[in-house]
């Protein structure tokens, strides 16, 4: 999905400059066990303390501003064409398709004895919901009982189901 795309270009941005630190600053220890070369005599060091205080700054500000850029990314909800109510229950799901004359199912775990060669355990269900290809979908999750999690990892979301609150997750597939 979209949001997943840049989900996974946020990481590599976070990660590229938190190599970059990890390299300057080992770099810096190395070089401080290795060399002979030390100036006792050094009192005022504005200048670098000016540096090192204001550089973390900007390396901060620069992963923050992609990051909040991707929060209100993930919160917007653009005239989805259609809405999914999903219901956590204790050991299944419950989809009601709204827009279609309320098609309501339950989604089950398969046991174990019902796995065909390939399947993940505690993955497969007896009926998957199906979702339509590059349309808006808003995902309506709550929960009757205990606190659920509604995760599709390859879209990038991951929306807790909590009793009497319904929360809302628009999504793109």
Same mark, same amino acid.
């Given at each position: 999905?979209? *949001?997943?795309?840049?989900?996974?270009?946020?990481?590599?941005?976070?990660?590229?400059? =938190?190599?970059?630190?990890?390299?300057?600053?080992?770099?810096?220890?190395?070089?401080?066990?290795?060399?002979?070369?030390?100036?006792?005599?050094?009192?005022?060091?504005?200048? =670098?303390?000016? *540096?090192?205080?204001?550089?973390?700054?900007?390396?901060?500000?620069?992963?923050?501003?992609?990051?909040?850029? *991707?929060?209100?990314?993930?919160?917007?909800?653009?005239?989805?064409?259609?809405?999914?109510?999903?219901?956590?229950?204790?050991?299944?799901?419950?989809?009601?398709?709204?827009?279609?004359?309320?098609? *309501?199912?339950?989604?089950? =775990?398969?046991?174990?004895?019902?796995?065909?060669?390939?399947?993940?355990?505690?993955?497969?269900?007896?009926?998957?919901?199906?979702?339509?290809?590059?349309?808006?979908? $808003?995902? =309506?999750?709550? !929960?009757?009982?205990?606190?659920? !999690?509604?995760?599709?990892?390859?879209?990038?979301?991951?929306?807790?189901?909590?009793?009497? $609150?319904?929360?809302?997750?628009?999504?793109?597939?």
């Amino acid at each position: 999905s979209p *949001i997943m795309e840049e989900l996974i270009t946020f990481h590599d941005h976070a990660f590229m400059a =938190m190599s970059l630190i990890s390299f300057l600053v080992l770099y810096a220890l190395l070089s401080t066990l290795t060399t002979k070369l030390t100036n006792t005599n050094i009192t005022d060091a504005q200048e =670098m303390e000016t *540096i090192w205080t204001i550089l973390p700054a900007i390396i901060l500000i620069l992963i923050a501003l992609p990051s909040l850029r *991707i929060l209100y990314l993930t919160d917007e909800a653009n005239d989805p064409s259609f809405t999914i109510k999903s219901i956590g229950h204790q050991w299944y799901w419950t989809y009601e398709y709204t827009d279609y004359g309320g098609l *309501i199912f339950n989604s089950y =775990m398969l046991p174990p004895l019902f796995l065909n060669p390939g399947d993940l355990r505690l993955l497969e269900v007896d009926n998957r919901v199906v979702l339509p290809i590059e349309a808006p979908v $808003r995902m =309506m999750i709550t !929960s009757q009982d205990v606190l659920h !999690s509604w995760t599709i990892p390859t879209l990038g979301l991951k929306t807790d189901a909590v009793p009497g $609150r319904l929360n809302q997750t628009v999504f793109t597939a």
